[in-house]
């Protein structure tokens, strides 16, 4: 008797520059066996992210590196197809950081049960999940908004920017938000209620960045890095802070980053600058995953999804972050459920 195969995406190669689909290799394996307390999980949604580009490297961060001719892991929702745990049965959906493949064996501490009631299962790839958490902490420990203060958030209409701008609205700041198109500046003002909105691309970007933020900026929360960080740069008030979540207009290029050094501006304005990744914050996951989840049921907080379907659309979906093409979260739906009625 043949067993049953899936497929799963292995690193074929580390990318030079932008990732292209020969980075990527399809690879059919059997379905796995299961161990003493592990679950079967068959894929639902797969969510891609710009710091997956950093893992394809092969260099120190604070993750280790992506191996090649290895299967890709990312964030997964599931759903239980066998289970050899008594933490899980067959048709628990499930979170957790699993495999590019169509079905993952995971052990039972690796993987969380979610409730499909409280919210949509994707929303614990997204606003629920690691984007909404790291708004809440980068904005919240390190930016530190205060009632009338200005907020510049990059990227603003992605996964964490977007819940990075609400969040300051609640807390009573102005809102600026930097986006790629005037679809997205639109969606910012109108749809999220950002009180300025700015199109990097325009030629008058950095005026018209000047016009939405003429107070200067207090908070700027960096997604992006490159040209616009330096052109945030200029504004920065006395005391500004600079939660520094990401720089994605650097993730490809092919050589050194070099722009205008930020140390003159810093020591000018008496600035605080800090990287950061959501993994700082496990221990207090708890109650930001609980403040998040009240302010969605509130209505404080909006979002939205970007779902292409098909598991051979994954690498397509991961490489269309970098040209801009999602709004909100991007996600790869894999799959329905079989057992579970959602």
Not at 54 to 79: C, H, N
Not at 93 to 102: I, P
Not at 254 to 268: T, W
Not at 290 to 319: Q, R, S
């Amino acid at each position: 008797m043949t067993q049953a195969t899936q497929q799963e995406i292995y690193l074929a190669k580390r990318p030079t520059g932008l990732p292209t689909m020969e980075d990527f290799n399809f690879v059919e394996r059997p379905i796995p066996t299961l161990k003493d307390k592990e679950v079967l999980i068959r894929t639902l949604y797969v969510s891609v992210d710009p710091y997956m580009r950093g893992r394809m490297q092969d260099a120190k961060s604070y993750i280790p590196p992506f191996k090649l001719d290895e299967v890709i892991v990312g964030g997964v929702v599931g759903e239980v197809s066998k289970s050899n745990s008594d933490a899980f049965q067959p048709g628990d959906v499930v979170v957790g950081n699993l495999n590019w493949a169509e079905y993952t064996a995971a052990m039972e501490k690796d993987i969380r049960k979610i409730d499909p009631s409280i919210a949509p299962i994707t929303t614990h790839l997204g606003i629920l999940g690691m984007p909404g958490l790291t708004a809440y902490f980068g904005l919240l420990d390190i930016g530190k908004p205060q009632k009338g203060e200005t907020v510049v958030v990059s990227g603003a209409a992605g996964a964490v920017g977007s819940i990075v701008g609400q969040i300051a609205k609640m807390k009573g700041a102005k809102v600026v938000g930097i986006a790629g198109s005037d679809e997205k500046v639109d969606y910012l003002k109108s749809e999220l209620g950002f009180d300025e909105a700015v199109n990097y691309k325009n030629d008058s970007f950095q005026q018209d960045l000047e016009n939405a933020a003429s107070d200067g900026v207090d908070i700027y929360f960096d997604n992006v890095g490159g040209e616009v960080t330096d052109a945030v740069f200029r504004l920065l008030n006395k005391h500004a802070r600079i939660p520094l979540c990401g720089a994605i207009s650097s993730y490809n290029k092919e050589g050194q980053d070099v722009g205008p050094r930020l140390q003159s501006a810093m020591i000018k304005t008496s600035a605080l600058m800090k990287g950061f990744t959501v993994g700082d914050y496990s221990a207090d996951f708890g109650t930001a995953a609980a403040d998040l989840g009240k302010w969605l049921a509130e209505g404080k907080l909006k979002y939205n999804e970007t779902i292409v379907e098909g598991f051979e659309n994954i690498p397509n979906a991961f490489l269309g972050l970098f040209e801009g093409t999602n709004l909100g979260k991007q996600l790869v739906k894999v799959a329905d459920p079989e057992i579970t009625k959602l």
